[in-house]
């Protein structure tokens, strides 16, 4: 059993400090800019590019690669598959985002055809944990980590204890983007982080901390993600170990959020 220190959670922040990694990010139309700001700021290279000419190179040479089905047309669904077939066969490490897979059968059938070519993660919210039912195949339980996020975030994996974190701030849920930027982060963290477990709780431990701080600044969401991404690029760890509300629990369930 792992049982991570602040300082364990911090080592993931502090491997992005001194690693640049490249991300290649096939998200929505509405999170491209704020998921790019969002990597450049925890010092990660964004690239976003879905041309059928283009993905398979640019998925190749990145370190890590994020599938956001928030707008799942016909041009993009050609391009996850591609990119994710070309990062099984090459060893890039994959996040997987379901957005709103609970609201339409295809999209999660879609999605369970990704989920083949076995991503490192997956980010989700409850909704779309329960229509994906990864509970029920365990080929995803005992190799993908699962961070459910809600009003606690919990990370599971195979059967290690989940983790549980308390942070993050209300104007996080009035910010369009918030999750797919942290999918982004999460592909980044299994990048340069071995223990993937670590990795996903670590990169999701000082993105909720660095909107805990940020909100305690901020009047309104207007000014939210101006102090998200300053939180994100200037975080220290005696901020970061103050404010971090983590624990490790048997059985939980995740709430929805």
Same mark, same amino acid.
């Given at each position: 059993m792992n049982t991570y220190s602040a300082r364990d959670l911090w080592s993931v922040r502090l491997a992005m400090q001194e690693r640049t990694v490249r991300v290649h990010c096939l998200t929505n139309l509405v =999170?491209? &800019?704020?998921?790019?700001? #969002?990597? !450049?700021?925890?010092? =990660?290279?964004? &690239? %976003? #590019?879905? &041309?059928? $000419?283009?993905?398979?190179?640019? #998925?190749? &040479?990145?370190?890590? /690669?994020?599938?956001? !089905?928030g707008t799942l047309d016909a041009a993009r669904k050609g391009a996850m598959l591609t990119a994710v077939s070309t990062a099984?066969?090459?060893?890039?490490?994959?996040?997987?985002?379901?957005?709103l897979? $609970?609201?339409?059968? #295809?999209? *999660?059938?879609?999605? +369970? $055809?990704l989920l083949r070519?076995?991503?490192?993660?997956? @980010? *989700?919210?409850?909704?779309?944990?329960?229509?994906?039912? !990864?509970?029920?195949h365990s080929e995803h339980a005992d190799k993908t980590v699962v =961070?459910?996020?809600?009003?606690?975030? @919990?990370?599971?994996?195979?059967?290690q204890p989940v983790i549980e974190l308390s942070n993050? +701030?209300?104007? %996080?849920?009035?910010?369009t983007a918030m999750g797919c930027a942290?999918?982004?982060? %999460?592909?980044?963290?299994?990048? /340069?982080?071995e223990d993937r477990r670590l990795a996903v709780a670590g990169a999701l431990a000082f993105f909720s901390v660095a909107g805990e701080l940020a909100g305690r600044q901020c009047s309104g969401p207007g000014s939210f993600p101006a102090a998200f991404l300053d939180q994100l690029y200037s975080i220290s760890f005696e901020d970061f170990s103050a404010c971090l509300n983590y624990r490790q629990v048997s059985n939980p369930q995740c709430e929805e959020g």
């Open positions: =999170a491209q &800019s704020f998921t790019a700001n #969002t990597l !450049l700021a925890c010092r =990660a290279v964004p &690239s %976003m #590019t879905i &041309s059928p $000419e283009e993905v398979a190179d640019f #998925t190749a &040479s990145s370190g890590a /690669l994020l599938v956001n !089905l099984k066969a090459n060893g890039v490490p994959w996040v997987i985002d379901p957005v897979v $609970e609201r339409s059968p #295809t999209r *999660c059938q879609f999605a +369970h $055809e070519y076995g991503p490192d993660a997956v @980010r *989700c919210n409850k909704p779309e944990l329960d229509a994906l039912a !990864l509970e029920r =961070a459910c996020t809600g009003a606690i975030d @919990r990370i599971s994996f195979g059967a993050g +701030h209300p104007f %996080m849920a009035q910010v942290l999918g982004a982060v %999460m592909a980044a963290s299994v990048a /340069l982080v």
